[in-house]
């Protein structure tokens, strides 16, 4: 195995692009414009950049310039006939998802196994919009993927034993390990984190504590590394609420509503670190 | 090169309190700054003194401290005229 499709550029596709390409996997990466996977080549190459001078490279002793020739771009889906796997990670949303699968279904070879990185969305139900729901799983990848070294693997209702094994080669061969889940909306990440992102929205928009304060109880309390709001901008403020509303409509529960002052942080454009502004200033 | 070290300390105020800074400081090995910084430094080398960094240019040493990073801009810079 060692082409690659990578399906949508954005934060997850170009970590995930790199970390292949850094691998010596050929990778065939996908978005809707010409602009954005432009603007994903470039952050790609910065990253890897920034990877060389902090001494991360890889030992193999590559340039810059060879990893990111193996990175391929287009706008249509077409060249995937010559992929040998395939993550796609396009905006968390249904309606975005959903057109995606019927095409790569007939697109790809009969033999590739389709892997949804996403954060909430059903696999089984992603596996249904295709002939062969059996190859159907998901992976959530971590973010920055190339610093993430597990991930979540979920089985659908169909996902076959074979396909959760090719999975795991595939990821073995960029040094990932893998927690096997059954599909539930949010996994078990995703259930827990989303939650207590949404909360500590709800804090900031309370008055209770301002977003610093929030955080710096998590980290100087509690020892994690990053409070709930850093990481929030750090996965995207609009991937957030779109999962927290996945989680909402899944299991129909109040406990999952989404907290206004995150809508409205969304609508105003404030999307975390990937624009410059969340809860933090980048 | 007083001038190029005020404009380092004023990129680097975007991400941390430069008030006492001394130039010669480590940024890196005394935890001021992350990878996403690194990232948008070498971008900002790049654009603000229109100097290509290359690949064998990517050490450390180059980038640590204001007196790093102005004397990288000088070799460059110097290259090029
Ligand atoms: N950000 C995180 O930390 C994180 C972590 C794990 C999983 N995920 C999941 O990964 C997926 C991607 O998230 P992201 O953070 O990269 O989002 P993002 O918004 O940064 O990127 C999504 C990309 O998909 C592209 N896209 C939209 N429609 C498309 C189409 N029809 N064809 C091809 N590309 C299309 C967009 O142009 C954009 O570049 C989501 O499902 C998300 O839930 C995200």
Redesign the interface.
């Known amino acids: 195995m060692d082409i690659i499709g990578v399906i949508g550029a954005g934060v997850m596709g170009q970590g995930l692009a790199q970390d292949l390409a850094q691998h010596g996997y050929q990778v065939l990466l996908n978005d809707i414009s010409e602009e954005i996977l432009d603007d994903a080549k470039r952050r790609i190459k910065q990253n890897l950049r920034a990877q060389r001078m902090l001494g991360n490279t890889s030992e193999s002793g590559e340039t810059t310039d060879q990893i990111m020739a193996r990175i391929t771009t287009s706008t249509t889906l077409d060249f995937l006939s010559d992929a040998q796997f395939v993550v796609e990670n396009v905006t968390e949303k249904w309606d975005i998802k959903k057109e995606i699968y019927p095409q790569i279904d007939k697109i790809c070879r009969d033999d590739v196994v389709f892997a949804v990185n996403t954060s909430a969305i059903s696999i089984t139900k992603v596996g249904s919009l295709t002939n062969r729901p059996e190859k159907v799983l998901g992976i959530h990848f971590m973010n920055p993927v190339p610093m993430k070294n597990t991930v979540e693997l979920i089985q659908g209702y169909h996902t076959s034993e074979e396909s959760l094994e090719t999975a795991r080669q595939f990821l073995s061969g960029f040094n990932k390990e893998s927690v096997l889940v059954n599909d539930a909306p949010g996994f078990v990440s995703n259930r827990v984190l989303m939650l207590t992102i949404n909360e500590a929205a709800y804090l900031v928009q309370d008055g209770v504590a301002d977003a610093a304060d929030v955080d710096k109880i998590f980290i100087n309390c509690f020892g994690h590394t990053m409070g709930p709001l850093a990481t929030a901008d750090l996965i995207g403020l609009d991937t957030i609420l779109y999962s927290v509303e996945v989680l909402y409509e899944s299991f129909n529960d109040s406990k999952y509503r989404p907290c206004p002052l995150l809508k409205k942080m969304v609508d105003a454009g404030l999307h975390g670190c990937k624009n410059g502004q969340g809860f933090f200033k980048y | 090169m007083e001038e190029t070290k005020i404009q380092i300390k004023d990129f680097f105020s975007r991400f941390f309190d430069v008030d006492n800074l001394a130039d010669d400081i480590d940024i890196?090995a005394n935890g001021y700054v992350n990878?996403?910084f690194?990232?948008q430094l070498?971008?900002w080398i790049e654009k603000e003194f229109s100097v290509a960094?290359e690949?064998d240019d990517?050490?450390?040493t180059n980038?640590n401290s204001v007196n790093a990073i102005t004397g990288f801009i000088e070799r460059k810079s110097s290259i090029v005229a």
Do not use: G, P, R, T
């Open positions: 890196f990878s996403l690194a990232m070498i971008s960094v690949d990517l050490q450390l980038f």
